[in-house]
């Protein structure tokens, strides 16, 4: 976790401009990047990066009414701009997203599904909470049916419009192959883990590789 200005602006894979943008907001006397510094940044770059971005049979969040102050709406629930960062491959298809909107809307993700019981379990082998972490997907419009295949070319032009915006410094954890092979591709440091939701192994075991995976991020 980068704790200062000056690590923020020297650390590698922190793009130009957000070198540029944290020196202007930087707080000399706070001593850290706070979340509210960070936030600008997502505001003003991610956020609106996601707002902009199209592609042609994808409908994105405004869509279907989950424009919100936030890159991807999982980050109702998991939106910690300073903590560990892990990227999964998409949010939801359509279908569901309608399906479930008043839940979605408040909560950000599905209640009680395979995605959300395992991150829960991987928390609580960390002793964190679901706000101490920072969740995002590589694919940040929706797929038009469930498990529809995201081809890799769009996988990464919405890496590289939105997603790069949230690294922030951080290493990622890579949730799936999908989303390792997005961050190799950018040629990303990462370190990789399972789906929540792969059908290998128990709940417990995708929670324990997980969470091994964030402590070595």
């Not at 990789?192 to 964030?214: N, Q, T, W």
Request: with cysteine.
């Amino acid at each position: 976790m980068l704790q200062t200005y000056q690590q923020f602006l020297h650390f590698p894979r922190c793009p130009n401009d957000c070198r540029h943008l944290m020196k202007k907001m930087y707080n000399t006397n706070a001593g850290d990047l706070t979340g509210f510094y960070v936030h600008q940044y997502l505001s003003r770059h991610a956020i609106a990066a996601r707002r902009a971005f199209h592609l042609p049979g994808y409908p994105t969040l405004a869509d279907l009414g989950f424009d919100g102050d936030y890159v991807s709406p999982i980050q109702i629930a998991c939106g910690n701009y300073t903590g560990p960062l892990l990227i999964s491959k998409d949010w939801l298809d359509a279908p569901s997203a309608l399906a479930h909107r008043a839940h979605l809307q408040k909560y950000g993700h599905l209640p009680n599904n395979p995605f959300i019981r395992v991150i829960d379990k991987a928390l609580a082998l960390m002793g964190l909470q679901r706000k101490d972490i920072y969740i995002s997907p590589v694919f940040h419009l929706l797929t038009p049916k469930r498990s529809s295949t995201i081809p890799a070319a769009h996988a990464r032009a919405s890496f590289d419009a939105v997603g790069r915006h949230e690294l922030m410094g951080r290493r990622p954890v890579a949730l799936g192959t999908d989303a390792a092979q997005v961050l190799t591709h950018f040629g990303i440091d990462h370190i990789p883990a399972p789906h929540p939701s792969a059908r290998i192994g128990s709940y417990d075991r995708r929670a324990a590789l997980i969470a091994k995976a964030v402590e070595t991020a």
